[in-house]
């Protein structure tokens, strides 16, 4: 199979008290088939990194599974349960505070490689300079500390954490976004340069569509804890359905002048709380297409055309 993650009717819920619960995720289901990047987008408080978490196995979901590799993470035991939480990393947004300031960055990288004992010695030494080395640092850097790097360094050691244990996927968590606009297409760049010497699979978060335009196969689009479209990147970007992705590509830059009249910003207000969010479809509040159905019950999740899936009653 050419799949490697599957998600099946995600869904994770946290109790806020007083039996109030937010849907971080709710009910989300797709697949990352073997070396591809799927960009997901959504404002913030959209569920994206809760997501992302639920599907390395950080957060236990609340129901639904996600599969790696065809095993599902909730009944993997022992040896395999390591070998999977090997193969899949976690690339934060933040750096700064990602990384342990006490340690060096030498001992950072090589934390993995211990835990998982893929080297010792000499050769842990020698895998950590050339980790160094394929991110773009230099192999002295191993013995200084993450304060002594800017922003753009630390996610590179970053990144080289992640690589060190040799993993198949990696879930990028908005990577640039607390990064220098100059710095953000070097980094993005290495990101895409790693992923064609070494195979790797990305989940690629980002809050808007621009970043995660360059780098992703296809996208998905969050909103409120659901997906409501995923499709390839091109056919998004030439054909959005849902009345929310068509709503954030109106907000994008337009690079030629030539679409610029073809395009016009859709203004609406701001998000609903997570903690109350609307009945129905989870944009009605702020669709400018809303019907009286949508007020009711919710849109289901489907393939309206090959490979674009969308939820919203526009295309039932
Ligand atoms: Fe808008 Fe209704 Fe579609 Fe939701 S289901 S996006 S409210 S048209
Ligand atoms: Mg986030």
Known sequence: SDILVEVNELRKYYSIGNGRQVKSVDDISFSIRKGETLGLVGESGSGKSTLGRTIVGLYPPTSGSVSFAGTDLATARGRQKREINRQMQLIFQDPQSSLNPRLRVGEIIAEGIEAHGLAKGREKAERVHQLLEKVGLHPDHAKRYPHEFSGGQRQRIGIARALAVQPSFIV???????????????????????????????????HDLAMVKYISDRIGVMYLGRMMELAESDDLFAKPLHPYTQVLLSTMPVSHPKHRAERERIVIGEPPSPINPPTGCPFQTRCPQAMGICKQIAPTWREVEAKHWVACFLYE
Do not use: G, H, K
């Open 172 to 206: 990028a968590d908005e990577p640039i976004s607390a990064l220098d606009v100059s710095i953000q297409a070097q980094v993005v760049n290495l990101l895409a340069d790693l992923q064609a010497e070494s195979q790797l699979t990305y989940l690629f978060i980002a």
